[in-house]
Nanobody, 122 residues
Framework: QVQLTESGGGLVRAGGSLTLTCTTS????????IGWIRQPPGKEREFVAL????????RYADSVKGRFTVTRDSAKNTVYLQMNSLQPEDTALYYC???????????????WGQGTQVTVSS
């Protein structure tokens, strides 16, 4: 089974950028779809982006399209989430999550990291 560890969160001003990193281990990276899920304060978890395994297309939530980019580095078993033009509403605890299925429902992911906090000030 795969283990996931997020890093790269922090405090940034509105309009700024951050890159989150999801490092994986313990599984066959190529067989897992890796998603980014976030949980804003006081709200439910919501899908952000999906870096699928080979043969599938990336997916993004409408709220982040054109601002966020998700990429996979198979040589490093790592997935990145480049976040540009950040807004206060992007403030959340960001998780990376893995599953063998191509899914965007946060509740359906099998494997989770501990999360990394992103705070965007106005």
């Amino acid at each position: 089974q795969v283990q996931l560890t997020e890093s790269g969160g922090g405090l940034v001003r509105a309009g700024g950028s951050l890159t989150l990193t999801c490092t994986t281990s313990g599984g066959t990276f190529e067989t897992y779809n890796i998603g980014w899920i976030r949980q804003p304060p006081g709200k439910e978890r919501e899908f952000v982006a999906l870096a699928p395994r080979v043969g599938y297309n990336t997916r993004y939530a409408d709220s982040v399209k054109g601002r966020f980019t998700v990429t996979r580095d198979s040589a490093k078993n790592t997935v990145y989430l480049q976040m540009n033009s950040l807004q206060p509403e992007d403030t959340a605890l960001y998780y990376c999550a893995g599953d063998r299925y191509f899914i965007t429902n946060p509740a359906s992911y099998t494997y989770w990291g501990q999360g990394t906090q992103v705070t965007v000030s106005s």
